[in-house]
């Protein structure tokens, strides 16, 4: 039988991650439905947003330049060491349209996706909706 403290060890490493990097996985979906994917790139951001007052802190990011199907899968991975068990994080989602190579911003998430510490999972299923451009 193993020592208690070789058990705790244990799942305290399970729980943690277990090494130096690890990683927040999901799905990212739309709202609506563009009429076309061409030239649309997504960015999946982690960020601690323990802080009210002041911006979120930026841990990590994906860009995925194809879009052909949805749900979008993806997996930001960080690094174990940037990550506080005392803080909260977050994931957002941004979704952009290049037109001769500028990003044009046509989608984006609006709720709050707790991650990672607090009891929250490392999995999360975003939902993207269309920006309003002003008219003119």
């Known amino acids: 039988m193993k020592p208690l403290w070789l058990l705790l060890l244990s799942l305290a490493t399970v729980s943690c991650g277990g090494g130096n990097t690890d990683g927040v996985t999901g799905t990212v979906d739309f709202a609506y439905i563009p009429a076309s994917f061409a030239g649309l790139e997504l960015e999946v951001t982690l960020a601690d947003t323990s802080l009210a007052d002041a ?80 008219a003119g």
């Not at 930026?58 to 995925?64: E, K």
């Not at 993806?74 to 940037?82: A, E, G, T």
């Open 55 to 134: 911006p979120a802190t930026l841990i990590a990011t994906q860009r995925i330049t194809r879009i052909s199907a949805l749900p979008v899968r993806f997996s930001v991975r960080y690094s174990s060491d940037k990550i506080k068990a005392t803080h909260r994080y977050s994931v957002s989602a941004r979704v952009f349209r290049m037109v001769n190579g500028e990003e044009n911003l046509v989608y984006l998430s609006v709720a709050n996706i707790p991650v990672i510490t607090q009891g929250w999972p490392n999995e999360a299923n975003i939902v993207v909706e269309g920006v309003a451009r002003p």
